[in-house]
């Protein structure tokens, strides 16, 4: 399964110093139970809609399961994991990378669709128009 490094560098980040400094979050912790379960969620979709496509090198689009909603649904489901794993962990810490994380994950998203744009072509370009990055369009 395809880990973004900056969640994980994000998680890692808000433990050591939530270990150095307190910064409690003000949310009942089991609240961080479902972000964690929707966000698995989204990532097992992924990896199911994509099957044996290799998401690196991809032999063709994937428009189905969770990415008719986003075109990145691993990225958003790495995001909703960390912030659940930050409300578990009641760390305000996890939220204060969040941002830094965000911006990380989305300089390599640009990256992606560039490529993917490039080996698909007009295939991805009529795709990214009805799907959003992130959020699903109206």
């Keep these: 399964m395809p880990v973004p490094e900056a969640s994980l560098a994000g ?3 808000a433990g050591a110093l939530e270990q150095v400094w307190r910064l ?6 089991n ?3 479902p972000i964690v379960a929707a966000g698995a969620g989204v990532i097992a979709g992924s990896l199911k ?3 044996t496509n290799e998401l690196a090198t991809p032999e063709r689009l994937v428009t189905a399961g969770p990415y008719a909603w986003t075109r990145n649904p691993m990225y958003v489901g ?3 994991l960390q912030l659940g794993i930050g409300v578990i962990a009641g760390s305000g810490w996890v939220l204060v990378s969040m941002p830094l994380v965000g911006a ?3 300089r390599e998203v640009l990256r992606e669709e560039r490529r993917l744009e ?3 072509g007009n295939e991805y370009r009529r795709y990214s128009v ?3 990055r992130y959020f699903p369009q109206r």
């Design 31 to 33: 609240v961080g139970w």
């Design 49 to 51: 809609a994509a099957g």
């Design 130 to 132: 009805k799907v959003g």
């Design 118 to 120: 490039e080996r698909f």
């Design 24 to 29: 409690p979050l003000p949310l009942p912790r």
């Design 78 to 80: 790495w995001g909703l």
């Design 11 to 13: 998680i890692a980040a």
């Design 104 to 106: 990380v994950v989305h």
